[in-house]
T-cell receptor, first 114, second 110 residues
Framework: SQKIEQNSEALNIQEGKTATLTCNYT??????LQWYRQDPGRGPVFLLL?????KEKRKERLKVTFDTTLKQSLFHITASQPADSATYLC?????????????FGQGTTLQVKP | DVKVTQSSRYLVKRTGEKVFLECVQD?????MFWYRQDPGLGLRLIYF???????EKGDIPEGYSVSREKKERFSLILESASTNQTSMYLC?????????FGPGTRLTVL
């Protein structure tokens, strides 16, 4: 069956450390994968997109990797801050994604302690 | 600034009531989506629309219908609300690749 999985356990780290979140998928062939941030009681906000032919993408303190062999994406936040505390969702589009339909993981909650 | 708005942040309805959730986007996007989000289940697609008057079922359409009479407006309808439809409802539209979400409507059905 098709699955997209993120670690359901919350990730607690100390301020200044690097947070690494994992997204694994099975039986999908995504043309691209996206990461979103969601704060409590609010809608998700787009952060980064990485295509199947890209290994790595960076934006300020954020880095995303995409390994289509392992069927995994890693999301890194370097020099983490308490303001980075939120739930992070990965989402993929199956195939070419012409409709824009995304399949979302359950999300991982990150707590950065000062 | 891109904007997706939803008609209510919080809504309380009774079992059997007909419920309308409205979503408006100001970006001239063609594709719009309705999701529900529940703890442990993540975001699940209810319906999406790729043009005016065009719609397609998502993963969990049972108990819901939608309406898209104008490009900027996408409505979700609960024909007869039930307690298992208590949830956070999120509307989104899609730009080039990324989805833009509204703030969500937390619906409670008593």
């Amino acid at each position: 069956s098709q699955k997209i999985e993120q670690n359901s356990e919350a990730l607690n780290i100390q301020e200044g450390k690097t947070a690494t979140l994992t997204c694994n998928y099975t039986n999908y062939s995504p043309a691209y994968l996206q990461w979103y941030r969601q704060d409590p009681g609010r809608g998700p906000v787009f952060l980064l997109l990485i295509r199947e032919n890209e290994k790595e993408k960076r934006k300020e303190r954020l880095k995303v990797t995409f390994d289509t062999t392992l069927k995994q994406s890693l999301f890194h936040i370097t020099a983490s801050q308490p303001a980075d505390s939120a739930t992070y969702l990965c989402a993929l589009v199956n195939g070419s994604g012409n409709t824009g339909k995304l399949i979302f993981g359950q999300g991982t909650t990150l707590q950065v302690k000062p | 600034d891109v904007k997706v708005t939803q008609s209510s942040r919080y809504l309380v309805k009774r079992t059997g009531e007909k419920v309308f959730l409205e979503c408006v986007q100001d970006m001239d996007h063609e594709n719009m989506f309705w999701y529900r989000q529940d703890p442990g289940l993540g975001l699940r697609l209810i319906y999406f629309s790729y043009d005016v008057k065009m719609k397609e079922k998502g993963d969990i359409p049972e108990g819901y219908s939608v309406s898209r009479e104008k490009k900027e407006r996408f409505s979700l309808i609960l024909e007869s609300a039930s307690t298992n439809q208590t949830s956070m409802y999120l509307c989104a539209s899609i730009g080039l690749f990324e989805q833009f979400f509204g703030p969500g409507t937390r619906l409670t059905v008593l």
